[in-house]
């Protein structure tokens, strides 16, 4: 009786077998500081949510990490009392009026960009690419004087225009990213079932391309929410502040009420916590997307 033989390893099984011991090896240092920078990241939120919990006196005495034994929620009560509930209605009125207009003016001179074939429509992405290299720090003061032109000063409306202006520019890229992927066979034979260009856009385009309008509603949504540059210059009555404005109504003239300022932060994160949420995965691809292509 003669022992089996064994077959010796062929070359392609060895370097399989050294990829898989590469593959599985572990990167201590990327982990590292991969947890380092978590902490960084977590050690600011969970300094606010915890002082959002404690009263002014408790904020000075006691540890800034410590968390507070029972919860005080009367920064909370006193966030309520200043009237946030009107600074958030205010912000979602602006927030609304901003990125509707934005999202529908964008995918209709998107869809123009990307189906027409003149020089003019090339020349007028050119024009929309070119605002995303004028920041809004720039033309403050023209933006001011037009709205004072305008007699629109003080007013939700002189939030909402620029906020309309400067949020075309990168809609406008990404939707037209995404309107070059859709196969131009598409449209030519609903052409030749007799469908006008404007049933076109809201019957095939339209419904192709809204994970990229749902990408683009949540990232202007968020930098509207989270302006503080245009309602700062733009706006002066108390009524007609919006949430980043609410923290000042908590600044006295002598001291401020820490607490106070860090409740109204959290209120006002949760509703982008909450977009954010709900809509993180169309919003990371799509601006991948709209940036790769």
């Known amino acids: 009786m003669t022992a089996a033989t064994v077959p010796a390893p062929t070359a392609s099984a060895s370097r399989a077998s050294r990829t898989t011991r590469v593959k599985g090896h572990r990167n201590y240092l990327g982990g590292l500081l991969a947890w380092v920078w978590l902490a960084i990241i977590i050690l600011p939120i969970y300094f606010i949510v915890v002082t959002s919990f404690k009263n002014q006196g408790d904020y000075f005495t006691s540890n800034p990490l410590a968390p507070p034994l029972p919860p005080n929620v009367t920064p909370y009560v006193q966030v309520v009392e200043k009237g946030i509930g009107r600074y958030f209605l205010n912000s979602v009125i602006v927030s609304v009026g901003a ?150 109504a908590f600044q006295g003239e002598y001291q401020t009420n820490i607490p106070a300022v860090l409740a109204a932060v959290v209120l006002s994160t949760v509703p982008i916590l909450v977009l954010y949420v709900v809509g993180r995965r169309q919003l990371l691809s799509g601006l991948t997307a709209g940036f790769g292509k």
């Open 99 to 248: 990125v509707v207009p934005v999202v529908l003016i964008s995918f209709l001179a998107s869809y123009g960009i990307v189906r027409g074939d003149s020089r003019f429509l090339r020349f007028t992405r050119g024009l929309f690419l070119l605002g995303l290299a004028i920041p809004l720090q720039a033309t403050i003061i023209p933006i001011y004087l037009i709205i004072i032109r305008l007699r629109m000063y003080d007013s939700l409306a002189a939030l909402i225009l620029p906020s309309i202006a400067f949020g075309i520019p990168l809609t406008v890229l990404i939707l037209s990213s995404f309107l070059r992927d859709v196969p131009r066979e598409l449209f030519e034979s609903m052409k030749l079932d007799g469908c006008s260009d404007w049933q076109m856009a809201w019957r095939l385009a339209f419904p192709l391309t809204r994970p990229a309008i749902v990408t683009v509603a949540i990232y202007n949504g968020l930098n509207v929410w989270n302006g503080f540059l245009l309602p700062l210059i733009l706006t002066q009555s108390p009524d007609k502040r919006v949430m980043p404005l609410a923290l000042w």
